[in-house]
């Protein structure tokens, strides 16, 4: 009678709770029984695992009662992540391992059935979680995951491709170096700069949409798209992520993470790029927020860190829409289920776009004219909620650009992304100097103490307010705007005309 204990991790959400893999060799009867509030593809890993170490050469026990338990015994667990440790906690069990050496690792993999290390869903989580810890383990992934593993700097991760390399590292010796002969896996070079592909040069007229895509970037603020089809909505969305400052290496590794979630592979070549979601107006609510079981992160949490884009905006399913009024306030999505609950960040930039009618052409110069009754455009705009509309820092309207401006040559003085860019970027480190954090982020107190009106643009405020009616999220989300103008044009306090300014970006559907 034996016993083997090998460590790994769950999934739940972005968090990592530690996992033991017990496994139980005895006499009687041959059965091979896995508990621990497995999933069925947890449970699949017996299959896998008596085939992998058989055509690895390695011995099966099939003369003795194998049990598997997987503790906390009340933690779900899925996905086959655990067959790698499981294989290894059968072969330390009958000997064929050194079962001391076992614990200062990790062990996460799914097996083939010729032996071979497949890529696991959340490789960065869990380094993340080994890293929070401040554990001394190292971690022990298939190639894939470890490289991207490891990005998160201060932890040893190493990556073998075939079952047969980890058994052979482990076989008993001296207990020196751990798994000296699997190779360590090296941090990635720092990402080489991307180049610019879609500059905001490239836009024909629209000055007053690029402006607002400036202060948007510039202070983390959302922004809503009004005009005909053609009118450069798209472009102009696209082209949002090229102004953003860099990311951050936390804010890289958070990104990277959530995708992790959704895919076992994350392509090396995008770490550290913002993201950009453009998810299809039919999208549900669940493909938005995240969903399913066990839950996994929606549209908003992929884009977690970038931008968001939802063309044809009151095309979506209205229920889809309404979920997303908590995170864009709170910068979080908690996904409750009957036994499982998920907490994913989603703090994005929300960029949406619209017609003003359901033809397309209502106040528009060119084309046949709008067809729409008045009774048909504001069913239309009534698809949008007021407390959504409420929580969209800007709205603007795009006219349509004449052909004689698309088909003329490009202006030699048009201002390129770049410089556009770097407004942005000493706006945002104004905004971090003197409050840790976006404008478009700051709560009602950090409003008060930091949102400097001068008493002309104070009495300017108020008078707006009270003449249009604005409920105090719309006031608090105007003065946030005439913060982020003031940074742009490197103001201490915020005068009357960046109130004016903010002000004119609030105009087109704003709710009372």
């Known amino acids: 009678m034996s016993l083997a204990v090998v460590h790994s991790r769950a999934l739940e959400g972005l968090h990592a709770p530690r996992v033991r893999v017990e496994v139980h060799l005895a006499r009687g009867l041959p059965a091979f029984t896995l508990v621990g509030l497995a999933d069925t593809e947890v449970k699949e890993a017996r299959e896998r695992v008596r085939a992998a170490l058989l055509t690895s050469g390695l011995p099966f026990p099939h003369d003795r009662r ?9 933690l779900p667990k899925d996905s086959g992540r655990y067959d790698l440790p499981i294989a290894l906690g059968i072969l330390a069990a009958a000997g064929e391992i050194d079962a001391a050496r076992l614990e ?3 062990f996460a993999g799914e097996l083939s059935l010729a032996g071979e290390l497949k890529p696991v869903r959340g490789a960065l989580a869990l380094a993340l979680a080994l890293r929070s810890e401040g554990s001394a383990r190292t971690l022990v992934l298939p190639r894939p995951s470890a490289e991207a593993a490891a990005q998160v700097a201060g932890i040893d991760v190493r990556g073998p491709v075939h079952l047969a390399e980890v058994v052979a ?3 008993p010796a001296e207990p020196e170096a751990p798994l000296p002969d699997l190779a360590r896996v090296p941090p990635p070079p720092p ?4 180049p610019v592909r879609l500059d905001l040069a490239d836009v024909r007229g629209q000055a007053a949409a690029k402006r607002a895509l400036e202060i948007a970037a ?7 798209m009004v005009g005909p089809p053609g009118s450069g909505k798209s472009m102009l969305a696209e082209r949002l992520p090229t102004l953003l400052p860099p990311m951050t290496d936390d804010e890289a590794l958070s990104s990277a ?4 979630l959704s895919s076992a592979t994350l392509d090396g070549g995008a770490f550290g790029q913002r993201p950009f979601r453009a998810p299809h107006h039919t999208a549900s609510a669940a493909a938005l927020v ?4 066990p839950p996994r992160p929606g549209e908003i949490s992929l884009a977690h860190g970038g931008v968001l884009f939802l063309d044809e905006l009151p095309e979506f399913p209205r229920m889809a829409l309404e979920a997303l009024r908590e995170p864009l306030e709170t910068g979080a999505i908690t996904l409750s289920r009957a036994a499982r609950q998920a907490t994913y960040p989603a703090r994005f930039l929300l960029v949406a776009a619209m017609n003003p009618c359901p033809c397309g052409q209502l106040g528009a110069a060119t084309g046949a004219g709008c067809r729409c009754t008045p009774d048909q455009v504001e069913r239309y705009r009534a698809r949008l909620s007021g407390p959504l509309l409420d929580r969209i820092d800007l709205q603007i309207e795009l006219p349509a650009v004449p052909p004689s401006e698309l088909l003329a040559d490009r202006p030699a003085a048009a201002e390129p992304g770049t410089a556009v860019a770097a407004r ?3 706006a945002r480190r104004r905004q971090q100097q003197r409050q840790g954090r976006a404008n478009g982020l700051l709560d009602a107190a950090g409003i008060d103490a930091q949102v400097a009106l001068d008493d002309h643009a104070r009495a300017f405020a108020r008078a707006a307010a009270e003449r249009l009616g604005w409920s105090a999220r719309r006031l608090h989300r105007t003065l946030r705007v005439a913060r982020t103008i003031a940074d742009l044009a490197a103001s201490a306090a915020v005068h009357p005309s960046h109130m004016a300014e903010a002000l004119q970006l609030q105009r087109l559907l704003a709710s009372n």
Do not use: C, K
């Not at 510039?218 to 809503?224: E, I, M, V």
């Open 218 to 224: 510039a202070g983390q603020h959302s922004l809503l």
């Open 290 to 293: 995240g969903g399913g079981s």
């Open 424 to 426: 942005v970027a000493a």
């Open 191 to 194: 990402p080489a700069p991307v």
């Open 169 to 171: 590292a482990l076989r």
């Open 257 to 260: 993470a959530l995708l992790g």
């Open 104 to 106: 200062t690792h990790e």
């Open 66 to 74: 194998i049990t598997v338990n997987l503790a906390p015994a009340d």
